[in-house]
């Protein structure tokens, strides 16, 4: 029997699919097996994921890698679906500086305005003048609390600000009821002599003043100009606990403002368009400039050095100069991204809008032929670059049982987004576009404010659960999960993700219905939007409803819920639409590799 492999190079995964053909043509598939995907799709290093996926396949049917006749590569054109984060607002600001954060115990309530004064320079304060108080950890609470005491009766002490997490510790011991604010870091950034709001709210509530840049000005005496700069200060207090204020009269604080920038289209026409226009009208500039040669941006801006970034990074890892890197396609999404507040003590962010661009890249020169060359000369077997990546998926879409021609597909992966419509007389109408899943956890890191990358890949791929008690979990759906044996404690009151098998606790202290909120937001700006993109360029007249089916392959489609919002959203256009099963056994897994096989077969 010849033993012929498919391999399907993607953007995150690599897939091949193993098939034998007996000397009287007949036909089996064997195996299949799935490999992360080793550097840039379409680049040397994919030689490395390619030889593990290969000898996990052929170990299935118990055979060495020399036993292979034929290795059949995708044409897979070196694409980057980069990403990137682009603000949209410019942030100005002078005259203040400001801490502003959330911490679980803070204590008293109420807002309170004085001079800051130093705790170990308390005795140096004058009576009747009303003083807000900073101590450092290196003070007890006991001894706070016994310094506070010692100076309350001749001095107007309006509230405190603690390094240490102990605002309740000390509240209990003193003589007076003030608001308290605690577990401020950066305490030692303080400047001593300058006048000060802080604000603790009541237990279940939001603080008010603070989080209003009318309210600042009321406590601070600002004026008009100077109630416009605090305005970003305001907006990243809305929602905490407690907040501190400080004003520094001679403040120099100023940032250089880096303009957003314009996208110029080079299509059918030159189209230019701002990026603060928003993510609609950069999307319908794309479609009015027709056919795309390439895409560039205003030099010195945001958007301008964010696309010359990207084409760097390919020009690096294609080895081609830069006059043959080429942006084909975008898909741009509105967003908001944290932005760090100038002048700011503990590094504070606001959140601002923003535009999430995914950008698909392509070189003039396709290095799939060397991909070839170094499998055959280190694996000692025939390799060939076959079809293009769309057909392929389309032809091993067809062994999805209950599908027939005319046959549309949707090839979601991490990358890019591929659709494709195979006609009864043979004809296939193709598109490649930029933004899958990807940029899916980007959105979700960036709104959530995720430190990790990881975390924002998890929260995008598993349904959630809230721990509330040693017993029980809400659930994302509402409702309850019981176990008979205890949870693990570390869970109780947390976020968790329901991977297969585990638990995975989120550690940011985020709200479920939140998260919620953000991930489902997050797919369907990407994969609803991108799919309906796709779909309406390989349609017949571009029309949807000339449509009869559309099956779902690729990574993305094996998502939890990605597929059922594809369903909702081309149901209105009457298209049958759901999950593919290749080969009726592998899911949405494996066509391209599949197809890769078919083919092989019609070209014989």
Excluded at 163 to 191: F, G, M, S, Y
Excluded at 230 to 237: E, G, M, N, R, Y
Excluded at 265 to 287: C, E, K, P, S, Y
Excluded at 551 to 578: H, Q, T
Aim: hydrophobic share 40%; aromatic share 2%.
């Amino acid at each position: 029997m010849k033993l012929i492999a498919g391999v399907d190079i993607g953007n995150s995964t690599t897939e091949v699919c193993i098939g034998g053909v007996e000397d009287n043509g007949t036909f089996h598939f064997l195996s299949s097996a799935a490999r992360m995907t080793t550097g840039t799709k379409g680049t040397l290093p994919n030689v490395h994921g390619i030889k593990a996926a290969l000898l996990e396949a052929m170990d299935k049917i118990r055979q060495p890698l020399s036993a292979l006749d034929l290795v059949r590569l995708n044409e897979a054109a070196p694409v980057i679906g980069d990403t990137a984060m682009e603000t949209i607002t410019e942030t100005i600001i002078t005259e203040s500086s400001m801490i502003g954060h959330n911490p679980s115990t803070p204590a008293g309530a109420g807002e309170a305005v004085g001079e800051l004064l130093l705790l170990e320079n308390i005795w140096k304060g004058k009576p009747g003048v009303p003083y807000i108080v900073a101590a450092a950890n290196k003070f007890s609470y006991e001894e706070v609390a016994a310094r506070m005491n010692q100076h309350i009766p001749e001095l107007d002490i309006r509230g405190l600000i603690l390094q240490a997490d102990e605002a309740v510790l000390v509240e209990n011991r003193l003589n007076k009821a003030i608001p308290i604010v605690d577990e401020v870091r950066h305490i030692t950034k303080i400047p001593e002599g300058k006048l000060a709001a802080i604000e603790v709210a009541l237990p279940g509530t939001t603080i008010r003043m603070l989080s209003n840049p009318y309210g600042i000005a009321t406590l601070l005496g600002l004026d008009a100009e100077e109630t416009r700069a605090v305005t970003p200060i305001a907006k990243s207090l809305v929602g905490k606990r407690s907040a501190v204020v400080i004003k520094t009269p001679h403040g120099n604080i100023r940032e250089n403002v880096l303009p957003a920038g314009e996208i110029t289209f080079h299509g059918d026409r030159d189209i230019h368009i701002n990026i603060d226009a928003g993510a609609d009208d950069i999307m319908t500039a794309l479609q009015d400039a027709g056919e795309i040669r390439d895409i560039d941006g205003q030099p010195n801006t945001n958007v301008g050095n964010m696309l010359t970034r990207i084409k760097t990074s390919m020009a690096d890892v294609a080895q081609a100069h830069g006059e043959n890197i080429r942006i084909t396609d975008i898909l741009a999404v509105d967003t908001l991204a944290p932005v760090e507040i100038s002048g700011s003590l503990a590094g504070e962010t606001c959140m601002e809008k923003a535009v999430g661009i995914a950008a698909m890249v392509k070189t003039q020169h396709l290095p799939m032929q060397q991909i070839a060359e170094r499998l055959e000369k280190e694996l000692h077997v025939k390799a060939v670059v076959a079809g293009v990546e769309a057909v392929m998926a389309s032809l091993g879409a067809m062994t999805t049982p209950g599908t027939k021609l005319p046959l549309a597909i949707l090839d979601m992966g991490g990358g890019s987004t591929d659709a494709a419509v195979l006609e009864p007389d043979g004809s296939v109408r193709t598109t490649h576009q930029a933004g899958a899943g990807e940029l899916v956890s980007m959105l979700i890191q960036t709104e959530l404010g995720l430190h990790s990358r990881v975390t924002a890949e998890q929260i995008k791929k598993y349904p959630m659960g809230k721990v509330e008690s040693l017993f029980h979990m809400r659930l994302e759906n509402g409702a309850m999960q019981f176990f008979e044996e205890s949870i693990d404690p570390r869970y109780y009151g947390h976020v968790v993700l329901l991977a297969p098998g585990e638990m995975l606790k989120v550690e940011e202290d985020i709200p479920m219905e939140r998260i919620l909120e953000v991930r489902r937001d997050a797919k369907k700006k990407v994969f609803v939007r991108n799919a309906l993109r796709a779909l309406r360029t390989v349609a017949p007249e571009h029309d949807l409803r000339k449509i009869p089916n559309v099956v779902l392959v690729g990574g993305s489609a094996e998502d939890f819920e990605i597929p059922e919002m594809l369903m909702e959203a081309l149901s209105e256009y009457r298209i049958v639409c759901g999950r593919g099963n290749i080969r009726g056994c592998a899911g949405p897994r494996n066509a391209v590799a599949t197809g890769l096989l078919l083919s092989y077969l019609s070209d014989r």
